[in-house]
């Protein structure tokens, strides 16, 4: 068996009156992420994880955000279509870890929900999915609440 690894990131400015969208999950909040699609922070460096463990390039080659095709786009589509590109090529997800900088709110109500949701996507269990959620203790853009970001780290498998 094949195994390989890869790591994405991504971040989105926080701004008053837009949807809040985390992990495939709306939280509820009264503000959210400044993005083209729907700007979930934590799908955006998942598939950039999942494309980096298949050397596929980035998710602004697939999903550039200057077309209208992403405009407002549902982040678990783009999720759903790479985990699609790395099976037409043999390559299907063996577990995924995702860190999430947030200052407020306190995501702990909403992790197992966002495992859930992402490990359906992906056709794992959800013990192969882990959601970890931070604040920056109040440090930098995000302690500041200016944005959000977001690490993931995968492994792939092909036989
Ligand atoms: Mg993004």
Redesign the pocket.
Known sequence: MQIRIGQGY???AIAPGLPMWLGGIQIPCDKGFV?H?D???AI?ALCDALLGAAALGD?GLHFP?NSPEWKGADSKMLLARVVEMLSERGWRAGNADITIALQTPKLRPYIDAMRSTLASILGLEEDAVSVKATTTEHLGFVGRGEGCEAWAVVTICKD
């Open positions: 991504d971040v989105h993005a699609s700007g979930d922070v955006h998710i955000d």
